[in-house]
């Protein structure tokens, strides 16, 4: 009998296929009240799990007392209770890199859209009110050449840091936990400290991981810091924003623009007043959510697994592993 794998996600048959070579396999397309039961039911018997959005807690891993690696199809790890892994020595890995690039680009999308209203008047052209009289109302602000605070400088943040350097003219500031003399020298950058990081900056990108540091980071007092020109985008978790209060710093025109691809609670609740400013872009947490990317993930993430539980000490063979 082949060792039980659990695959919570939608993969493509050539990764299946992949996996069914050695291992026998759980399919749990979609994570639902229906299906959960069958997923906690199949821990019993599962060395391994691969796929995205599940809570990995110490109650579910209870229920798993074969498990010895969770695959996640994401670079974030924050629905994994890493302690719980350690105390039962599972490894947790991840799929860092190949998805920089996708996530950087939308960061630009996301900053565009909002410093120039793309959605906001795409809506006034479809709703047939585009009057030619009224063109400075459609004024929005430029991208180029201004100051871009990033925070969270590590993979995505240093791809986002290399379009707005050599692609934008702007300049680079940023929030890390630790110095990185070869960013500042490639993209002329400086590590600044929060608070002022976020009183000069015209555009913030917040690229920063949910961890205990970040919950909550940014609130009233540092939406209070930042230009009333100021463009802010969240890309990295929602739980690090206080979203009350940027709707008020939005809704007060304490700053000009935001645009969220994250948020505390996913799906936003359709009756969040975010929802209701024109001066706010909302995408649906999809960062990474290209064709290409998506299968580098999956397959990153499917070859973490095999290699791990097949190969655990076979330094030939890539595993990111995050514990
Ligand atoms: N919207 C989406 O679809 C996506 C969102 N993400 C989010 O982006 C996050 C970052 O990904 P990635 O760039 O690969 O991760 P990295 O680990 O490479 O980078 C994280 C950066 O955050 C910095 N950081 C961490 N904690 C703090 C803190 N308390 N104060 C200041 N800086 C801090 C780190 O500093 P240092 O380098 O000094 O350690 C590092 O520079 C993911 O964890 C995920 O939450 C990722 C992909 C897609
Ligand atoms: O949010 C996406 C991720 O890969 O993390």
Redesign the pocket.
Known sequence: MKPVVIIHAKLPDALLRKLEAHFQLVIVEKLSAETMPLLRQQLATAVGIIGTGLRVDEALLQQAPLLKVASTI???Y?QYDLSALQRRQITLTHT?YV??DT?AD?AFALMLAAARRVCELNAVVKQGQWHKQSESGYFGVDLHHKTLAI???????QAIAKRAYFGFDMKVSY????D?PEVDRTFQAQRVELDQLLSSADFVVN?????M??QN?IGEKQFALMKPSAVFIN???GNTVDEQALYRALKNKQILAAGL??YQSEPIATDSPLLTLDNIVCLP?????TAETRFAMQSCAVDNLINSLLYPNDPQKTVYRVN
Do not use: F, Q, Y
């Open positions: 994401s670079v974030g924050d860092p998805l920089n996530v939308l925070l969270g400088m590590g993979r995505i943040g929030s890390a936990r630790h990185k690229i920063l991981p949910s961890t540091e970040t980071l890309l990295g978790r691809d994250v947490h999809i960062g990474s959510a």
